[in-house]
C-alpha cells in the first residue's frame, strides 16, 4: 500500500466518526461534537423529547435571555446540566434536584446565535439531551455588566428577593433572585465575578436542591425551582470572590 494512503486511511476514519456524530445531532449544530467531549465524554448520550427546553426563537435582548427546563418521565435523576453549544462560555448552569422537581427556570446571555441545551443524568450514568434553537445579535457574553458601571452596585450585591405558590399537584414553585454583576472577565478591564453556588434547604435544614452557576447566566440571575411540599425555605449563596449570601423564603 503507498504510504500516503496509509497516512490517509487514519484521518479518514477520524472524519467519520466526527460526521456521524454530528448527523446524530436533531439540532445540526457545530459545536455538538465539541459539547459531547466536553460533557459526556466515554458516556451514552440519547437525544430525548422528553427534556423540555424552552426559550424564545430569537434574542431581543442578548444579556438576558429566559430559558426553562422541565423534565417528565425520566426517573432517578441525579445531575440536570443547562448549557449553550456556542458561547465562549458554554455551561450556564447544574442542577442537583436531591428533592427538587427536575424543573429550572433562568436568565442566561448570548454571544452569538446557538442551540440552547439541557442533559440529565441518570443513576446509570445515561445522558438523555433535549435543546431548541436561539438566535441573536449577540455580543452579551463579552459586553461589560450594568453594575460594573455603578459605583453604588456594592451596596445591594448579595441582595435576595422571591417568591412561592403552592401548586396543584402538591409541589411548591419558588422564584427568586440575586443581585450580582455576573461578569464573565470577557470585557476589557473588569474581572471575571459571579455567583457559583446556590443551595436550597428547609427550615429543618433539609437540602432541597444544590445549584452550580456561571458567569454565563445573566446579571442579577433569577432562578425557578419546583420544590416537593410546603413551607418556609431558607436560601445560601456564594460568589467566586468567596462572599456568602444568605435569604429566607416564606
Known amino acids: 500500500m503507498p504510504q ?19 448527523q446524530d445531532d436533531p439540532l445540526r ?20 423529547e422528553r427534556v423540555q427546553v ?14 426553562l427546563v422541565r423534565v417528565e418521565g ?31 427556570g433562568f436568565q442566561f446571555k448570548v454571544q452569538q446565535a446557538t442551540p440552547l441545551r439541557a442533559a440529565v443524568q441518570t443513576a446509570d450514568g445515561t445522558w438523555y439531551v433535549g435543546g431548541t434553537w436561539v438566535d441573536a445579535a449577540g455580543g452579551g457574553c463579552s459586553a461589560p455588566s450594568i453594575a460594573s458601571a455603578n459605583p453604588d452596585w456594592q451596596d445591594r450585591l448579595g441582595e435576595m428577593a422571591g417568591r412561592q405558590w403552592q401548586q396543584q399537584d402538591g409541589a411548591q414553585r419558588i422564584q427568586f433572585s440575586v443581585i450580582h454583576p455576573m461578569d464573565t472577565g470577557l470585557a476589557p478591564g473588569i474581572p471575571e465575578f459571579h455567583l457559583e453556588e446556590i443551595q436550597v434547604y428547609r427550615e429543618d435544614g433539609t437540602l ?43
Open 4 to 22: 500516503r494512503l496509509r497516512l490517509l486511511l487514519p484521518l479518514l476514519g477520524l472524519l467519520i466518526c466526527t460526521t456521524a456524530l454530528a
Open 29 to 48: 449544530s457545530p459545536g455538538w461534537n465539541i459539547m459531547v467531549d466536553r460533557f459526556f465524554r466515554d458516556a451514552t448520550v440519547i437525544h430525548d
Open 54 to 67: 424552552s426559550a424564545p426563537p430569537g434574542a431581543e435582548n442578548s444579556h438576558s435571555v429566559p430559558g
Open 74 to 104: 425520566i426517573e432517578d435523576i441525579q445531575r440536570l446540566l443547562v448549557f449553550a453549544d456556542l458561547n465562549p462560555i458554554p455551561r450556564i448552569l447544574e442542577l442537583t434536584p436531591t428533592t427538587a422537581l427536575p424543573t429550572v
Open 208 to 250: 432541597l436542591a444544590s445549584l452550580e452557576i456561571e458567569s454565563s447566566m445573566a446579571e442579577n440571575p433569577r432562578l425557578l425551582l419546583e420544590l416537593p411540599g410546603e413551607g418556609t425555605l431558607r436560601i445560601h449563596g456564594r460568589d467566586n470572590n468567596g462572599n456568602r449570601f444568605a435569604g429566607v423564603l416564606r
